[in-house]
Antibody, heavy 123, light 106 residues
């Protein structure tokens, strides 16, 4: 059974870089049938797509965050990573990684999700 | 960006009731529309993909329809475990966007 597990610091200081990892087990991150995405959810609010990456390294980013984010994949570790630079309180959220179906190499629906990791930005 | 508007934002219903949630896109998204269920403290769970296709393992009381800009999710007979927030999600164009959510209370 596919499992995704996010990990990273629960507290980050303003202006610093948030770094999260998503370890995939029970399946290969090198699948040509899937993208791997990051989604976040601020406290009490809805879902916001951050970005998605193909195993080849091809990425799509949300323009609202594009200047501050980097998503990468490490196929040797079966891991996807997210970095968010220059964080502010507005980046406080639960961060989810999820497997994303691929339709003709286009990111599609999210069919498997990690449990999420809560990140707070505060000094 | 394609804006996804869900209505109602919340609904209170009883066990056995039929509940319908609407999702409207600011422009047509064909059938690149998907629905998720999220319970408090949990990750979202895919219910419906391609506007009307039921994800494996999802009870048949859930159904959905629509194409273009207007979509609906229907729970035919509400069960206690259906208490959750439901989100629509378009993957027609970048950036991928979600609706604001509809909370279903029982």
């Amino acid at each position: 059974q596919l499992q995704l597990q996010e990990s990273g610091p629960g507290l980050v200081k303003p202006s610093e870089t948030l770094s999260l990892s998503c370890t995939v087990s029970g399946g290969s991150i090198s699948s040509s049938s899937h993208y791997w995405g990051w989604i976040r959810q601020p406290p009490g609010k809805g879902l916001e797509w951050i970005g998605s990456i193909y195993y080849s390294g091809s990425t799509y980013y949300n323009p609202s965050l594009k200047s501050r984010i980097t998503i990468s994949v490490d196929t040797s570790k079966n891991e996807v990573s997210l970095k968010v630079n220059s964080v502010t309180a507005a980046d406080t959220a639960v961060y989810y990684c999820a497997r994303q179906d691929s339709l003709l190499e286009w990111p599609y629906f999210f069919d498997f999700w990690g449990q999420g990791t809560r990140v707070s930005v505060s000094s | 960006d394609i804006q996804m508007t869900q209505s109602p934002s919340s609904v209170s219903a009883s066990v056995g009731d039929r509940v319908t949630i609407t999702c409207r896109a600011s422009q047509g998204v064909s059938t690149y529309l998907h629905w998720y269920q999220q319970k408090p403290g949990k990750a979202p769970k895919l219910l419906i993909f391609d506007a009307s296709s039921l994800q494996g393992g999802v009870p048949s009381r859930f159904s959905a329809s629509g194409s273009g800009a207007d979509f609906t999710l229907t729970i035919s007979s509400l069960h206690p475990e259906d208490s959750a927030t439901y989100y629509c999600h378009q993957t027609y164009n970048m950036p991928l966007t979600f609706g604001g959510g509809t909370r279903v209370e029982i």
